[in-house]
């Protein structure tokens, strides 16, 4: 009787043809991490900013008081959750000079800086809740005009932003801080697309135009002013997002779907998010759209052009140390699974928060995960399960077994579908049999004249309860 899941839990495949066992095609919204062994369905991400939030917001900060904030990526505006969870518009800003939508943002050493198209802008954090005053618009003004980026990161005493071609820098004791526009200088045509700390140095992504697929990481110890003292170049059209794993960087690059280890100093070619990749089918993790969940990183997938790839929060790691560092797409928006824009990500606790575009709709917000509520939708799909060589003999399965780990709660289930030789929709779902005593639910109608099957097992939820899967197997019939 052979086997899809035993147990051990490999994330997705890298192809519907391919993969590791115990990988699949497609997951969504499925936790094969919180207990080993087991299946389970993930809570569910729900709007959490009402109407309030009228725009992407690309950066966010959770401040010291317990708040988070929200910046527009398009306008001035700044949006503040309490921990209560109450939302409110802050304040808008108005830059002398450049674009209003905010670019970067940081909590350091009492104030709240961010970062605009030419301006640098800080608040005091005495009082969070009212900005009307501590405000100092245009505190700091950039030697570039960066529309795009303005990264920012903390690295002892200082903050490092990125400005094109150039590294500024805020330093200086408390209350009395001073800006200096040129820490580092990259030479043109690169620009500071994204910033990490890395033990004692900053690691710099850099970015010079979609259409040049040439890029580098720089790791500089923000002292050497003259230069860095690592670099290594891989051929991708930029540097979008680093991924932090404790003491270890993931970083995002490029359109395609590419993820890469960084070992201290060169990138090594990791991961590859699957997707239909092509000139017309690109995606990508902006700077911010990533965090991590207890001790789980996750990044937010945006589309850029034609869906490659199902979009909303993935998961990148593992239980322990002595599991394999495996992807699955965890965390689905409230809004769909194709044409969003995930703007920040951001991890508080136990709470995960997405600030979201819906393309299609038109419409935004911030989700937060509903610990009351699973997510409705989750499934998941096997890669090819039969071997091309089959083929030469008509195969047929006879029986599909989900073994659960508990006993089921009411009103939940699997429903199976299948396809059997590479059809462009699933079957209707087919007759399961519930039996209470073992624990499983079977689906006994044959499937006949298979020449490559593939099996789809949606989760049926009910409020805050859903199976948990133990096992899968099937039972197949060869005839020559």
Not at 3 to 28: A, H, P, T, W
Not at 102 to 123: M, N, P
Not at 148 to 159: E, L, R
Not at 411 to 430: M, P, R
């Amino acid at each position: 009787m052979p086997s899809i899941f035993e147990g051990i839990f490999r994330g997705l495949s890298d192809s519907k043809f391919s993969g590791l066992k115990g990988s699949f095609y497609r997951l969504v919204g499925i936790d094969g991490h919180s207990t080993p062994g087991i299946l389970k369905v993930r809570q569910k991400l729900a709007k959490d900013s009402g109407s309030t939030v009228d725009a992407l917001c690309k950066v966010r900060i959770a401040a010291s008081d317990g708040s988070t904030l929200w910046f527009s990526s398009t306008s001035g505006k700044i949006w503040r959750r309490t921990s209560a969870g109450v939302w409110s518009l802050v304040y808008t800003t108005t830059p002398a000079a450049g674009g209003a939508g905010c670019l970067g943002a940081i909590e350091h050493d009492g104030y709240i800086y961010w970062a605009t198209e030419s301006r640098l802008h800080r608040k005091t954090i005495a009082d969070l809740s009212d900005w009307s005053g501590g405000v100092t618009e245009d505190w700091g003004t950039f030697t570039n005009t960066d529309d795009t980026f303005h990264p920012m990161i903390k690295q002892g005493t200082s903050v490092f932003i990125g400005d094109a071609n150039y590294i500024a820098k805020v330093s200086g004791a408390t209350g009395a801080h001073a800006f200096t526009a040129n820490a580092l200088d990259l030479r043109s045509p690169y620009r500071v697309s994204a910033l990490i700390d890395f033990d004692i140095d900053i690691l710099i992504g850099t970015y010079v135009d979609d259409n040049v697929d040439k890029t580098e990481v720089l790791k500089w110890d923000t002292y050497d002013d003259e230069s860095w003292q690592t670099s290594d170049s891989i051929e991708e059209n930029g540097i979008n997002a680093f991924i932090r794993d404790d003491n270890f960087v993931y970083v995002q690059a490029g359109q395609f779907g590419r993820i890469y280890f960084y070992n201290g100093q060169q990138l090594i070619p990791d991961k590859r998010i699957p997707g239909d990749w092509s000139p017309t089918k690109t995606a990508k993790v902006y700077p911010q759209a990533v965090s991590t969940l207890l001790t789980m990183p996750v990044f937010g997938l945006s589309n850029i052009a034609g869906n490659p790839a199902l979009q909303g929060v993935y998961s990148l790691g593992s239980y322990g140390k002595n599991y394999l560092k495996v992807m699955d797409l965890s965390y689905p928006i409230s809004a769909d699974l194709s044409d969003i824009e995930i703007g920040a990500v951001l991890a508080v606790g136990a709470d995960l928060f997405v600030a979201w575009k819906d393309v299609g709709e038109t419409t935004y917000g911030v989700d937060k995960l509903d610990w009351s509520s699973k997510y409705t939708s989750s499934y998941l799909e096997t890669m090819i399960l039969t071997l091309p060589e089959a083929r030469s003999f008509l195969k047929s399965v006879s029986k599909i077994i989900v073994n659960f780990a508990s006993i089921l709660p009411a009103s939940t289930g699997i429903t199976i579908k299948y396809k059997k030789a590479h059809d462009v929709s699933w079957s209707a779902a087919l007759s399961t049999v519930k039996d209470t005593s073992l624990l499983q639910i079977r689906a006994e109608q044959t499937i006949p004249e298979i020449a490559a099957l593939q099996l789809r097992f949606d989760f049926v939820v009910s409020a805050n309860n859903a199976p948990e899967i133990e096992t899968m197997f099937y039972e197949d019939n060869i005839k020559e």
